[in-house]
């Protein structure tokens, strides 16, 4: 299964990094997205895949799944929505006031063609 996860993973940071390498500053954005979803994977994926038992004081099971991996992850979901959001209504403002969402453009820098 960690063969799998890895893939994903890289396959969501290789998607990333060509979306925050583009000049339109909504695939910027969604690039970022992807790049922290990779990260929580990655994340997870190092926390260990293995099934067990939730951490309950009550049950006896042989094995315990650790939850410190599932709650950083948690808080990092929540960090990164509040990130996005940010970045989209900034977006969208620079939208308002320039016109254009092309990087070089709000540089001031004509595109060559």
Not at 81 to 105: H, P
């Amino acid at each position: 299964m960690e063969i799998v996860m890895i893939i994903v993973i890289g396959c969501l940071f290789a998607g990333a990094t060509y979306l925050i390498l583009s000049k339109s500053l909504l695939r910027i954005i969604i690039g970022t997205g992807l790049l922290s979803h990779g990260a929580h994977l990655l994340l997870l994926t190092m926390g260990g895949l293995k099934a067990g038992a939730p951490p309950l004081l009550e049950e006896q099971a042989k094995q315990y799944v650790d939850p410190i991996p599932q709650a950083l992850i948690l808080t990092a979901i929540v960090i990164s929505f509040g990130v996005t959001a940010f970045f989209l209504v900034l977006a969208y403002r620079s939208y308002q006031e320039i016109g254009t969402d092309n990087i070089e453009k709000m540089r001031g820098k004509e595109e060559d063609d």
